[in-house]
């Protein structure tokens, strides 16, 4: 049972791990195509760093660990990450979520390794939008990464999509329709401001609605009841068993049920995506004074701190909301 209690009740038990803020791709909702203000390799946790907290994490109650970037598979050792993971004393649930240009190499490894389940971002299946979205001309790696996952037995494979405005709001029943002949699991998610070029417009935004209208044109789409700590809300498809699922994280915030909290990969514990506030854990780490009891101590003590200082709500629809000074590839997906 978590032990990762908040003021308002809320029971953390889920932990998103960032492995690095590189990316292959340059996704316009993410960061600029030129960006380059990447993290020094000393600043990044070491493996042995992250396995220190996670298994920390997991004896205050966590039993879902995600791993994501920035781009996880970027990173060398990802396998022997998964593999130690899993043999840690509380092994928590374990999946990973990742743009798929790694995925053809790696499923079947990470797979070997534990993992148990893969997120892949892909937000068209047009090559010309995906080209322009990323900047780069990868989507076959893509789509060879998926039947790779599929192969290796890495189930469910979800697909994460997020629409914009005269980019690909048009594609919602067209991906819809792909993901369900290839037995795939698809959420869309509303674009969110954690950007670093600043690009997003709530005004223009492609809402929860027009993707449920969108939906609604080609499928009769029934609420799935229970959705719990989730923050998609799924909906069965023309009566089940299948379902898609909208994350509507700006126009139906779902804090009041949030379980997360997120390490970014320079050790900095937050308690949520657009939180102005972190908790250096990698001081602690390399703190040579710390004994390794210690340091466990303390580090589980900030992780109490954090979920204590955690706020009711992320705050978007507030008047004074203001953005993350770090973008989304920094955080964390």
Not at 103 to 123: I, Q, T, Y
Not at 142 to 158: Q, T
Not at 252 to 263: I, K
Not at 294 to 307: G, L, N, P
Request: overall charge neutral; charged content about 25%; some cysteine.
């Amino acid at each position: 049972m978590s032990t990762l209690i908040d003021t308002y009740g809320r029971s953390h038990r889920d932990l998103r791990v960032s492995l690095t803020d590189r990316c292959s791709l340059r996704c316009t909702y993410c960061m600029p195509h030129d960006f380059a203000a990447w993290l020094p390799s000393e600043k990044l946790l070491r493996t042995d760093e992250l396995l220190t907290v996670i298994e920390v994490a997991t004896s205050a109650g966590i039993d879902e660990v995600r791993l994501t970037g920035g781009e996880p598979l970027l990173r060398p050792d990802i396998a022997d990450i998964v593999t130690r993971i899993n043999a840690l004393p509380k092994a928590p649930k374990l999946s990973l979520t990742t743009n798929g240009l790694r995925l053809a190499e790696l499923a079947g490894p990470l797979a070997d390794a534990g993992l148990m389940r893969v997120n892949v971002s892909l937000d068209t299946l047009n090559r010309e939008r995906f080209k322009m979205l990323t900047f780069r001309d990868r989507i076959g790696d893509v789509f060879k990464g998926l039947s790779a996952a599929r192969e290796a037995g890495l189930f469910p494979i979800k697909i994460n999509s997020v629409l914009m405005p005269a980019v690909n709001e048009d594609e919602a029943p067209a991906l819809l329709r792909w993901a369900l002949a290839q037995g795939f699991s698809l959420r869309f998610i509303e674009q969110m401001p954690l950007d670093a070029g600043g690009i997003w417009n709530r005004s223009t935004m492609v809402t929860a609605d027009d993707i449920f209208a969108a939906l609604s044109t080609n499928y009769a789409l029934t609420p799935v009841p229970a959705r719990g700590s989730a923050p998609a809300e799924e909906f069965y498809i023309n009566g089940g068993p299948e379902t898609v699922g909208i994350i509507a994280s700006v126009t139906r915030p779902f804090c009041g049920s949030c379980d997360r909290l997120r390490l970014t990969s320079d050790g900095q514990l937050r308690s949520c995506l657009f939180s102005h506030e972190e908790m250096d854990l990698r001081r602690v780490l390399r703190n040579k004074e710390l004994s390794k009891e210690e340091i466990h101590q303390e580090i589980a003590d900030r992780f109490h701190k954090t979920v204590l200082g955690k706020l009711p709500g992320h705050g978007i629809n507030d008047l004074n909301f203001i953005q993350p000074f770090r973008p989304m590839s920094a955080i964390g997906g």
